[in-house]
């Protein structure tokens, strides 16, 4: 990281630590990172954004974090579901792609039920 960048990061760490509603400040960032926060920002306007670290295991506690749920509804998932893992002596670890079609899943059964609902409920739209 450059130290400009590091400088701004620090200024929106600054800013972020007090209560105020919206926040102020300007970055200066490698042309990739902007691309990438711009991106997110799109997300986030459009369907909602996660930021997840790239990275190609995750703890069962960082998986049940990414995927909004908490770590033994997650350990239940993974005994009921075949979710892929692997273990680390005592430890499960989550490969990256096994949490994206967790929540693929999740986001498909959760469309179902809505759905479901909606036909026996009637749709007002």
Do not use: C, W
Not at 7 to 19: F, Y
Not at 37 to 62: M, N, S, W, Y
Not at 101 to 119: I, P, Q, S, T, Y
Request: glycine fraction near 6%.
């Amino acid at each position: 990281m450059t130290s400009a960048l590091t400088e701004d990061v620090q200024a929106l760490r600054s800013s972020l630590a007090g209560d105020a509603h919206e926040i102020e400040v300007t970055l200066r960032l490698p042309r990739e990172s902007a691309e990438k926060v711009l991106a997110l920002l799109d997300a986030e306007q459009t369907v909602g954004a996660l930021v997840v670290p790239v990275k190609q295991e995750f703890t069962t506690t960082e998986a049940a974090a990414i995927l909004g749920m908490s770590r033994p509804t997650l350990m239940r998932m993974i005994e009921r579901r075949g979710v892929g893992f692997r273990m680390v002596g005592k430890h499960h670890r989550i490969p990256a792609s096994s949490i994206q079609k967790l929540r693929e899943f999740l986001d498909e059964d959760h469309m179902a039920v809505v759905a479901g609902l909606a036909n026996k409920y009637g749709n007002d739209d």
